[in-house]
């Protein structure tokens, strides 16, 4: 049972054990979250997204521990591939960043569970928990597919992509995608001689991009020496003060509740016809397969059957 003081104070047993309610979902996860209705929105969210191999995890620990120094509370949710056994999140919380949990951050895994672009249901209500936690800084790191993840601009403040020189393709950065959500820029790995060359491919894609109130910075960076870190902690903190200028931040606030309900309603209709109308839905499977129904108004039907058993 959660102990919704020991989450609002912090606590990290109390947090972790209000994760995984969140994780698991149901009646306990809902009310854990009206609870902490009203208690939300002082957290600057962060995403680092980028493909596999470009050192994001080791990113994650080199900034976070920039920003413990710097005074503030930092959390790291890293949202890994699911087991295809347990269903759980293939990597430990305490193989990835050692460094930054012995500084007294709160790191935890959490599994994709098959969500599409990579994020899962859980991770708004998780988001939440860690933001009513008082956690100053909260960064996700996520699975790192490559140019379909986009879907961590709908749940963070700031979307930070880091790419890396060499990895076959420098113009891959200036394709559409993960460019077109990013407020920041990162290129890891600066030791490589490939890594100007990658530089010069974003700025160049940038200058091509139409005016807007933010220019997306580059920043160079190299997790492992610490280069460029406290840069990458500068150009947040930027961030951060234009949101808070001119309204930004609240409408930013409505397109992430607007794309959350999206997802729970989804949720919830998938939810009902694989549990309780899981013979209607079996039904009409059957006479799409043998031609007698075509999907859309197969989809509708079951949609019809939605609304009225919910009634």
Same mark, same amino acid.
């Given at each position: ?24 979902? +149901? #009646? ?9 209705? +009203? ?11 980028? $493909? ?20 503030? =509370?930092?959390?790291?949710? $890293?949202?890994? #591939?699911?087991? #295809? ?6 990597? +430990?919380? =305490? ?12 790191? =935890? ?5 098959? !969500? ?57 950065? !200036?394709?559409? +995608? ?7 820029? $990162? ?8 890594? @100007? ?40 903190? @930027? ?16 397109r992430r509740a607007r794309r959350r309900v999206e997802r729970l309603v989804s949720a919830m ?17 059957? @006479? ?24």
């Amino acid at each position: 049972m959660v102990q919704v003081p020991d989450v609002l104070a912090g606590d990290v047993r109390g947090v972790a054990r209000a994760l995984s309610v969140v994780e698991q979902g +149901g #009646p306990e996860a809902e009310g854990l979250m009206r609870t902490l209705r +009203g208690r939300l929105g002082s957290a600057q969210t962060v995403g680092i997204t980028g $493909a596999p191999g470009v050192g994001k995890s080791t990113l994650v620990q080199a900034l976070g521990i920039a920003l413990v120094g710097a005074g503030t =509370r930092v959390a790291v949710l $890293a949202v890994d #591939p699911s087991s #295809p056994f347990s269903g759980g999140a293939l990597l +430990g919380d =305490r193989v990835r960043m050692p460094d930054l949990l012995e500084r007294g951050a709160f790191v =935890r895994s959490m599994a994709t569970r098959g !969500a599409l672009g990579g994020l899962a249901v859980a991770t708004s209500d998780a988001l939440d928990v860690l933001d009513a936690a008082g956690f100053d800084w909260i960064l996700v790191e996520t699975v790192g597919v490559g140019q379909d993840e986009v879907d961590i601009a709908g749940e963070v403040h700031t979307v930070v992509l880091v790419t890396v020189g060499g990895l076959g393709d420098e113009v891959q950065a !200036a394709k559409a +995608g993960v460019m077109e959500i990013a407020n920041i820029f $990162a290129v890891n790995k600066t030791d490589q001689v490939s890594a @100007d060359g990658q530089v010069a491919a974003i700025e160049s894609a940038l200058a091509l991009a139409p005016p807007a109130a933010w220019q997306p910075p580059v920043v160079r960076t190299s997790a492992l020496t610490g280069e460029g870190i406290e840069g990458l902690r500068a150009s947040l903190l @930027d961030h951060r003060r234009f949101l808070d200028d001119g309204g930004r931040r609240s409408e930013a606030h409505r397109r992430r509740a607007r794309r959350r309900v999206e997802r729970l309603v989804s949720a919830m209709i998938q939810e009902r016809i694989r549990g309780p109308l899981a013979a209607a839905f079996d039904e009409v499977l059957e @006479d799409v397969g043998r031609g007698e129904l075509d999907p859309y108004a197969a989809a509708r039907r079951l949609l019809e059957t939605v609304h009225r058993e919910a009634r």
